[in-house]
């Protein structure tokens, strides 16, 4: 989903995980995300936050966390890719997205237009008798 996208976390940075780490004392953060019934994907990229805007170095003066997430349903929703942007540096954040899928419900009776492909809706905008 992104350039600087990275496979492994270094172990250091985890253990520092306020939802996950192993370290850091289990957190209120954790018991409203198992209220809500959330979950977020494993993460496989380095933490996000506080870079030196411009770079791919960490800030010395802060300690690097996972600080932009993306938290969704347990329920219906299958995970395609979670990943850092590392390719964007115009902040002291790098960005992160998901890729989701999910199957979306209508209303009871709802019946959905008929679909026709893209060069039959422009065939038909196109034809003379389209405009009159």
């Given at each position: 989903v992104g350039a600087?996208?990275?496979?492994t976390v270094p172990?250091?940075?985890a253990?520092?995980?306020e939802l996950r780490g192993d370290q850091v004392p289990k957190s209120e953060a954790q018991d409203v995300l198992r209220e809500a019934d959330l979950t977020e994907g494993p993460i496989l990229f380095p933490a996000t936050?506080?870079?030196r805007e411009g770079t791919n170095t960490y800030d010395a003066e802060r300690i690097p966390a996972w600080t932009d997430r993306v938290l969704h349903s347990k329920v219906g929703?299958?995970?395609?890719?979670?990943c850092a942007l590392g390719g964007l540096r115009a902040s002291d954040h790098r960005p992160v997205?998901?890729?989701?899928?999910?199957?979306?419900l209508a209303l009871p009776g709802f019946q959905p237009a008929a679909r026709?492909?893209?060069s039959a809706q422009v065939a038909a905008a196109s034809s003379p008798s389209a405009a009159s």
């Open positions: 600087g996208a990275c496979t172990r250091a940075f253990a520092y995980d936050y506080r870079m929703v299958t995970r395609r890719r979670y997205a998901a890729l989701l899928e999910t199957t979306l026709t492909a893209p």
